[in-house]
């Protein structure tokens, strides 16, 4: 059985400032025709407001399902999600997600993709107003020319970009990305890094994100939780990253603290809690 020793579980206790969102003792069991299965045993984490967390860790140790009970979209077993001391039950407009996959519907535009979110939310506001959203958001990303192309005539980098827009045009108070640059090549990836950065330092949205690299959530995140493997997967260690804002590759490249980091979190993965193949 891996323990983790008090230094680790001192950076896991609430931060002295007040708490936006809370994950309180949640764990998410499943019953199987073997017995109960446990997914996430325990995990805790409070984020602050305007903050960007990133999460990392194997395939298979609860990152997604953690995510969606943040969003709304499932339930804790045990213990409680909560944000601004309310718990979350069920999803809302103040949780918004973006998926790998982007979920666009195909038979929509562009522009009438980010559009439903909109009707649906802002239902009071006049026709102009929504209409208003939709265009401000689009530009944002850098969409106002494709606002008439269905999902199909576009690019996976550009349907990511219909996705964030989709989701901030709701403003909400939290975004929570999943994978979300996963699929995409690593140039469009680094691209559209760049531009949640921007995204995220105008608007000061609370963020939390599941990815796969290192180097993204160093160059993103506030801070880094690295999760252990599953099954009863928990937070096993949180790396705070110092690096002021705005963030520059080159001079992250030069910061000797971000071959630390780095290597901190690569022994983490695949050496603390390296994969076990063989289970």
């Not at 325990?42 to 903050?51: D, H, I, P, S």
């Not at 260690?237 to 901190?264: K, M, S, T, V, W």
């Amino acid at each position: 059985m891996q323990t983790l020793n008090s230094q680790t579980l001192d950076k896991l206790k609430k931060s002295p400032d007040a708490s936006f969102l809370e994950i309180d003792s949640v764990s998410k069991i499943y019953p199987t025709p073997k017995g109960d299965y446990t997914v996430l045993d325990g995990v805790n984490l409070t984020v602050q407001e305007g903050e960007f967390i990133c999460l990392i860790g194997h395939s298979g140790c609860g990152k997604s399902t953690l995510l969606n009970m943040v969003s709304g979209l499932n339930k804790p077993t045990l213990g409680e999600v909560r944000m601004k001391n309310q718990r979350i039950t069920k999803p809302g407009p103040d949780r918004m997600v973006v998926f790998q996959n982007y979920s666009l519907l195909p038979w929509l535009s562009v522009y009438e993709n980010v559009y439903l979110g909109v009707d649906e939310v802002f239902a009071h506001k006049s026709k102009a107003d929504k209409k208003a959203i939709v265009e401000e958001h689009l530009e944002l990303v850098g969409l106002t020319e494709a606002a008439n192309k269905k999902p199909t005539q576009i690019s996976g980098g550009m349907k990511q970009r219909v996705a964030i827009a989709r989701a901030l045009a709701t403003r909400p108070e939290a975004l929570i990305l999943d994978e979300p640059f996963g699929a995409l090549d690593p140039i469009t990836r680094e691209e559209l890094q760049e531009e949640l950065l921007k995204i995220w330092e105008d608007h000061k949205i609370t963020v939390m994100m599941i990815t796969h690299d290192i180097d993204e959530a160093l160059f993103l995140a506030d801070r880094l939780v690295m999760m252990t493997n599953g099954p009863a997967a928990r937070i096993g260690e949180i790396l705070d990253i110092p690096f002021p804002r705005p963030r520059n590759r080159a001079r992250l490249a030069e910061d000797p603290r971000y071959y630390e980091l780095r290597n901190e979190a690569l022994d983490f993965l695949f050496h603390r809690y390296a994969h076990d193949d063989t289970e």
